[in-house]
């Protein structure tokens, strides 16, 4: 196996979560197909950037069989409320600290992806590919493709963590290694992957 030298980063669940301890249960399950195997298709057609913020508004509402104001209301609370998780930025910077070239592989909506690029831990990635941006989604192999081609790497020394095992899977289809990461319990994982890396 050759030796790791960039490791590519999912965002949500892996470096971006929302904090359930600061939300009521109707809002958390508003959300809940975040944690189905795949998502409701307007949602894998918002991240793939063909679906409008307004027109996923209404899907959401269609979904949730509630109001359109309420669909708004959830859905830029769900934006504004993503926080770094602590382990995960810790790992990060000593990754970048040790030499490591550290990059994005996302499916994320436009304004999803326009909060995240502000918080601090997001200046420490070398390079990113956005699905919103690309048209294509995770598990496409072209996204991972895009990546490679895009900043000269070779898939063998190319380390990809996701908390979604489809997207693992692709990624090892074309030939780089990965982690599978468990979104519940962040702190375990970051600690298996400093052991693995650090």
């Known amino acids: 196996m050759e030796k790791i030298k960039n490791v590519v980063f999912d965002l949500g669940g892996v470096v971006f979560a929302r ?5 009521e249960p109707e809002f958390i399950k508003f959300f809940s197909y975040i944690l189905l195997p795949k998502m409701p298709e307007f949602w894998e057609e918002y ?33 504004l409320t993503q926080e770094q998780l602590p382990t995960t930025k810790a790992l990060i910077e000593a990754l970048k600290a040790s030499g490591y070239r ?7 909506s436009k304004e999803f992806i326009e909060f995240l690029r502000k918080q601090e831990v997001y200046a420490n990635f070398d390079g990113e590919v956005v699905s919103c941006e690309e048209h294509i989604i995770k598990p496409d192999a072209e996204i991972y493709r895009t990546l ?9 020394e190319t380390l990809f963590i996701d908390d979604r095992k489809a997207n693992i899977e692709a990624a090892i289809a074309e030939g780089w290694q990965g982690y599978h990461f468990d979104a519940r319990d962040p702190k375990a994982s970051c600690e298996e992957l400093r052991a693995m890396l650090l």
């Open 19 to 23: 904090d359930p301890r600061k939300f």
């Open 47 to 79: 991240d793939r950037g063909v679906v409008s913020y307004e027109e996923v508004i209404l899907a959401l509402a269609a979904y949730n069989s509630c109001d359109v104001e309420l669909a708004r209301k959830n859905l830029e609370r769900s934006i």
């Open 148 to 156: 490679i081609s895009r900043y000269g790497l070779n898939p063998a």
């Open 102 to 108: 550290l990059y994005v592989l996302s499916n994320m």
